[in-house]
């Protein structure tokens, strides 16, 4: 009389037991992924700089960095093909083409810039309000129309531009053909005639101005662009 009910008692059972080793079967997956996780958790974040004698000239490992000087404090992903610049600074630090020494990646937050108007040469002011027109205006340029742009949710302007003439200064022996930026080590950033840049521009980045650029021979831009933009997509800033 009471057989049936058994009968489903035992059926029940059967089957709790079947969803429980499936479950457990589920969680043993679980646990594989949550490893290959935390793997990928583990791989190596490198700092910008990097080790000068170790990566002078030499490639720098493609993966996630990290900027220890530099500030506004900022983090990216390197993929192969790039080396040190020559500038590591509180305001500067860049990037060169492991296979092209004309091809660069530069961020400044410089203070100072060189004035190139005026009778006197090349003169060192305080860096302008706003970056994208005083560069824009600056005679040795020819800009193009500005644009509206975005770098790690900061919003700026960026508009390319071609070197048309340089600067001679007895003031600035062997400086760059058209130094642009004063860094806090007294040294001078520019470009060279004949190049063609794209300037980025962020004017409020954790309260600092951020001039971003893209150099490379007139002929070599438009290879190099994709490459330059693809780090700059993955810039993330970091701190207050």
């Keep these: 009389m009471h057989r049936p009910t058994l009968m489903r008692s035992a059926l029940s059972v059967g089957i709790l037991t079947i969803l429980m080793l499936a479950l457990t079967a589920c969680g043993g997956g679980s646990t594989a992924q949550e490893e290959e996780g935390n793997k990928e958790e583990a791989i190596e974040v490198h700092t910008i700089p990097e080790d000068s004698q170790v ?8 993966g996630d960095y990290v900027s220890e000087e530099f500030k506004p404090a900022m983090s990216f992903t390197l993929e192969k093909g790039w080396t040190r610049g020559g500038t590591e600074l509180r305001d500067a630090w860049d990037l060169r083409d492991i296979e092209n020494d004309a091809f660069w990646l530069v961020f400044t937050s410089a203070e100072e810039v060189y004035d190139p108007v ?4 090349l003169k060192i002011t305080p860096a302008p309000e706003d970056m994208a027109a005083w560069l824009r205006a600056n005679p040795h340029l020819k800009p193009e129309a500005p644009k509206p742009t975005n770098v790690g949710g900061e919003k700026g302007v960026q508009f ?5 003439s340089a600067v001679e200064s007895p003031e600035c022996p062997g400086c760059v053909d058209l130094p642009l930026f004063h860094y806090s080590d007294g ?3 520019g470009v060279e005639h004949g190049e063609k840049i794209r300037f980025i521009v962020l004017e409020d980045v954790k309260g600092q ?3 971003i650029f893209v150099e490379a021979t007139a002929l070599g831009f438009e290879e190099f662009l994709p490459k330059a933009q693809q780090v700059i997509e993955m810039v993330e800033w970091k701190g207050t």
């Design 55 to 62: 990566y002078e000239g030499k490639p720098l490992p493609a």
């Design 160 to 164: 390319d531009a071609v070197v048309t």
């Design 187 to 189: 040294s001078a950033a």
């Design 118 to 121: 005026g009778s006197d040469g």
């Design 209 to 211: 101005t951020v001039t």
